[in-house]
């Protein structure tokens, strides 16, 4: 409920871009997620724009943990984005996907000395997240001769709570600087950046001027006492997808400011710091949701439909928290995928899994659905093909569709063979 009164689902959603979903379920199965490949090049596109026509240095590296199937991932690089990878996993991921060394940025408290070698000898840009990671590196760079090119994670107070503080070092008591001092007066690194992420479904814009002034300052102080000068400023991710979060007042398409605003308050603060024209850093961002959200789709079917003790309609679906996690925290929007009768109800939306709070949607109004209906969930494209569970059921097979609208399978629904794999049975329990 809003001021507006409770919304009614009960537009069909028949096609994807052009293609039937009916079609679709058909032909790779229900629970089935569905990508659009011109609707990721749109996005990002879009957002390459607006940040270019404010601000005359900008790099787009993509976020893996947000989406790291490789169809996905390479979309992304034929766009001209780089890598933002958390993991060794991901480093390797985005080595396969023919991204160059040089074009890696590495973050993340857990990195092995393996990777950091790795990292090094390859040129990748290394996030330094903590003392003990920025030690381990001056080590390694010692004992094998390298020379990494480095830049440090700072958390800040933006006004934003709570405050990611747990990554990084902090601005406000200076570890950030005293961090940034040790690095340039070593031997062995090379410090190239200077980085933050500063939340996550971020909501305020002034929050990134806040965190852009305050990387423009460590980099002027940089350059006003060493003579150092960043090559780049690393503003992160966080940018919101149009998404309605949980307990939101108003649909996220009303509230969510748009890329624009975040360009407008980024570009503003780093080019009315005082750098020179040709000092100007370059401006990375790491956007992952906000590019891709909107490109995903769930198609399932419902299983069957019950009364609850309280005489609520409950709607129990082919899937649920295993597939779809953002559910947690958003309020997707779900259509039906037919023509239904005239006649809505307020019910609750489970999923199959054999746990109480197995929950698609809490509320939602919508036709009668019966048992064979098929519906479409919007805007699953972040996070639920990276952070999805195997629980009780397999997971589902992944559709691109592409510019020309046709259909490719970008990863194969699981089978038992697969999920047996790689286990092993003992000897004595075999017979």
Same mark, same amino acid.
């Given at each position: ?37 011109? *609707? ?80 090094? !000898? ?17 080590? /390694? ?45 070593? *031997? ?56 309605? /979060? ?30 020179? *024209? ?19 789709? /769930? ?40 023509? /239904?009768?005239? !006649? ?29 209906? *098929? ?57």
């Amino acid at each position: 409920m809003n001021k507006f009164g409770s919304k009614t689902e009960n537009e069909p959603v028949t096609h994807i871009e052009s293609v039937a979903v009916k079609s679709l379920m058909n032909e790779y199965g229900s629970p089935l997620f569905v990508i659009s490949e011109k *609707q990721i090049r749109r996005n990002y596109q879009n957002a390459q724009r607006i940040f270019k026509t404010r601000y005359p240095k900008v790099q787009f590296a993509w976020s893996y943990k947000t989406n790291y199937n490789n169809a996905v991932c390479r979309i992304f690089h034929q766009e001209g984005s780089w890598a933002e990878v958390v993991s060794g996993f991901e480093y390797e991921k985005a080595l396969g996907n023919g991204v160059s060394g040089s074009k890696i940025i590495f973050n993340g408290p857990d990195k092995s000395d393996k990777d950091l070698i790795t990292a090094s !000898q390859n040129g990748s840009l290394i996030h330094i997240d903590h003392y003990d990671e920025l030690y381990t590196l001056i080590r /390694l760079s010692e004992e094998n001769n390298l020379k990494p090119r480095v830049a440090i994670r700072v958390n800040m107070d933006t006004g934003i709570y709570p405050k990611w503080d747990r990554f990084g070092f902090n601005f406000e008591n200076g570890q950030a600087w005293n961090a940034l001092t040790r690095i340039i007066n070593s *031997q062995n690194l090379e410090l190239v950046g200077i980085h933050c992420h500063i939340g996550t479904f971020m909501l305020s814009p002034n929050a990134y001027a806040i965190a852009a002034r305050n990387l423009c300052e460590l980099a002027w102080t940089a350059k006003e006492r060493f003579g150092k000068m960043v090559q780049y400023i690393d503003l992160g991710g966080g940018f919101p997808s149009t998404n309605t /979060l949980k307990g939101a007042y108003l649909p996220g398409t009303d509230t969510v400011p748009s890329i624009d605003q975040f360009a407008d308050a980024i570009s503003d603060v780093i080019l009315g710091y005082g750098f020179k *024209q040709d000092e100007l850093p370059l401006l990375i961002l790491e956007s992952g949701r906000a590019l891709i959200d909107d490109a995903g789709y /769930l198609l399932g079917t419902v299983l069957a439909t019950k009364r609850l003790s309280d005489g609520r309609r409950a709607t129990i679906m082919d899937f649920g928290l295993n597939s779809l996690f953002t559910s947690l925290w958003y309020e997707h929007k779900i259509s039906p995928a037919q023509k /239904l009768g005239n !006649q809505n109800e307020e019910m609750v939306m489970f999923g199959p899994l054999c746990m109480n709070i197995d929950v698609v949607r809490e509320s939602i109004n919508m036709p009668m659905l019966q048992k064979g209906d *098929q519906v479409v969930v919007h805007k699953v494209g972040a996070y639920n093909m990276t952070q999805w569970m195997q629980f009780i059921t397999y997971r589902p097979a992944i559709v691109l569709i592409d510019t020309e609208n046709n259909t490719h399978i970008i990863r194969k629904g699981e089978d038992l063979r697969y999920m047996e794999e790689l286990e092993n049975i003992p000897e004595h329990l075999k017979s």
